[in-house]
């Protein structure tokens, strides 16, 4: 991993003119468990990489789609990757530039490691380049997941210069027989396995999610291999050569390009009735006899999406089986990476309920998460939160019975009980140094209760319409906070600042009791008075769910805006019971006080 303990440390050589404000972060797709950090630069760029790797811009002012090109050969018995890239830098910011940084994540993680062997200019002359320096405590120390170039001359405000950059990759992952070129838009230190650009400002190193794109590449691979790509193969050519054979891909408005290269893999395709390929890739052993349960699922997920939103993000999805040790998976752009534990489950039922959840979840990143993407400056709750509550809209709509949102609410809930700061508004490098699992916390769970809070304030037809006017008017791009409460308030026509205030501004809790019942017979009727309290500092509209010493039930509603309420009621029977919340919609840190029996006064 990337050592922080470099980040607040001045270097030998960047200065202002060193493509200032730039700034990544991206996420281990090996292991799926490291999530993303960006601050928004406030300088703006135009740069086109026509290789692989990042468009980066200023604040609200993110570029058009960029074409990347890449040229490579694999060597599998090695697991390594040569390679070379070219990229088009402008200078649209007002200071002068004389250096580029290149990140070579993986030189600090795992086994992989990625070393740039020549960086050129258009007129190949030889650039000075080396490993980045810097000096901490009277030492010059080495951080080899840094690599600095030195201009020729000084680049000015709208000037270009191009840079040739030749670069090899070892130790590729392989796991199970498949090595993995896995590019993950959420973790720059840990998953890209070519050189991508970063920047130093202010003395920290400026991590950002990536745009979207238009990706070529030509690979060269044996022939006897097998290739699986989350894009689409436009050509393969034979050569004559060294037995190995040329296959171009092409993928367009994509925010990553993975692959995976095996001489065990099959596949099988199929289409929904929209169009869209799927690509499923197999081993042929016992999980293969999966394969119809897994591509009949993947099919129903993504028409039963494309009925919300009119649409899939891309033209192909392709699912590629991961570790046989791990259930679960994760997910790239356009590529879905199912973990092969499936003897682990003890029916098939249960096996399939799982298997669509997970799909559910992970087709619905494709759309939050890829296809819309969030900076990572904070914890990523509303992609986060959009990719779960549409797997579990998906699940509730079939019937399948798993549990996996409210369990991941229930983290949420646990976490405030035992008095750990949930608040969202917290930048991921100031928590991701706390001894706290945020990301199961804060970025799932605590957005998963957000949206579900969303749904039952707005309804879920209105939730479901601002999610679908979000994908059309961040196509391609970033959604924020204030982005995503404006789209929402239109949609609804109800303000929602206060809402969004407690929830992610905030580390506020939600405690309501009900305290007290009082109730006297007048006339034929009886009359109650309950006691209702807020404890918490939250405030939401709850339910009451008020029962009759005869079995029946009727339901009340109060705002929660204040401390303490009396409301009072007349009914025609004598109430038994009081329960608050009675459907458990609201995050209720102790439930001890929801419930009071009327007998007991």
């Not at 600090?108 to 200019?121: A, G, L």
């Not at 920047?199 to 979207?212: L, P």
């Not at 009119?310 to 089986?321: E, H, V």
């Not at 339901?555 to 009081?578: H, I, M, P």
């Amino acid at each position: 991993m990337y050592n922080s303990q470099t980040e607040k440390i001045l270097p030998l050589k960047p200065n202002k003119g060193s493509l200032k404000g730039i700034n990544f972060k991206y996420e281990s797709g090996l292991q799926g468990i490291l999530k993303t950090n960006k601050k928004v630069s406030k300088i703006s760029f135009y740069i086109l990489f026509s290789c692989f790797f990042t468009l980066l811009t200023s604040e609200n002012s993110y570029s058009a789609m960029n074409n990347y090109k890449i040229d490579a050969k694999l060597n599998s018995k090695q697991r390594s990757l040569s390679g070379t890239e070219e990229i088009i830098i402008y200078n649209n910011s007002k200071e002068n530039l004389d250096t580029i940084f290149l990140s070579l994540g993986l030189n600090n993680s795992y086994d992989t490691k990625i070393s740039i062997t020549e960086v050129t200019n258009s007129d190949n002359t030889i650039l000075p380049s080396n490993i980045y320096r810097y000096r901490y405590l009277g030492k010059e120390i080495e951080d080899r997941a840094i690599y600095q170039v030195s201009l020729p001359s000084i680049l000015a405000p709208n000037e270009s210069i191009t840079l040739k950059i030749k670069f090899d990759v070892s130790n590729l992952a392989k796991i199970n027989g498949i090595i993995f070129f896995d590019d993950n838009i959420n973790n720059i230190f840990t998953s890209n396995w070519y050189p991508r650009v970063i920047n130093f400002e202010d003395g920290v190193w400026k991590k950002k999610d990536i745009d979207s794109n238009n990706y070529d590449l030509n690979l060269i691979i044996n022939e006897d291999e097998f290739p699986i790509a989350s894009a689409i193969e436009l050509n393969t050519e034979n050569l004559k050569t060294g037995g190995n054979k040329k296959i171009t891909y092409k993928i367009d408005k994509s925010r990553s390009f993975s692959l995976a290269v095996s001489n065990y893999i099959s596949s099988e395709t199929d289409q929904t009735k929209d169009g869209n390929i799927i690509k499923l890739y197999y081993k042929n052993n016992k999980a293969s006899k999966f394969n119809k349960s897994i591509l009949a699922s993947a099919k129903e997920i993504m028409e039963f999406y494309y009925k919300i939103f009119g649409f899939y993000p891309y033209k192909q999805l392709a699912i590629l089986p991961g570790n046989n040790a791990l259930k679960g998976g994760y997910a790239n752009t356009n590529m879905v990476i199912l973990h092969q534990n499936y003897e682990k489950f003890e029916n098939f039922k249960e096996f399939e309920y799982d298997l669509k959840w997970n799909l559910a979840y992970y087709i619905a990143q494709q759309y939050f998460g890829h296809y819309v993407g969030e900076s990572g400056e904070y914890p990523k709750w509303i992609t986060s939160g959009a990719s779960l509550y549409l797997a579990n809209y998906y699940v509730r709509e079939k019937n399948i019975k798993v549990d996996y949102f409210n369990k991941v609410i229930k983290n949420y809930v646990d976490a405030a009980r035992s008095g750990f700061n949930t608040q969202i508004f917290q930048t991921t490098d100031e928590i991701k140094n706390t001894d706290f699992d945020w990301e199961n916390i804060i970025e799932k769970g605590k957005s998963a209760q957000i949206f579900k809070l969303l749904e039952y304030r707005l309804g879920r037809k209105t939730l479901l319409d601002s999610l679908k006017e979000i994908t059309i008017k961040y196509a391609n791009s970033f959604v924020n906070y204030n982005k995503f409460e404006s789209v929402l308030e239109t949609q609804s026509n109800k303000k929602l600042d206060s809402f969004f205030a407690q929830w992610v501004k905030e580390n506020k809790r939600l405690d309501y009791a009900v305290t007290k019942i009082v109730q006297n017979k007048i006339g034929n009727k009886y009359q109650v008075k309950i006691t209702v309290k807020k404890l918490g500092k939250i405030s939401m509209p709850v339910s009451l769910a008020i029962t009759f010493k005869n079995g029946n039930k009727v339901f009340q509603l109060w705002e929660g805006d204040r401390s303490e309420a009396e409301l009072t009621y007349e009914y025609n029977d004598k109430v038994k019971s009081v329960q608050l919340d009675p459907a458990e919609t609201l995050p209720d840190i102790d439930l001890s006080n929801n419930k009071l029996d009327a007998f007991d006064i």
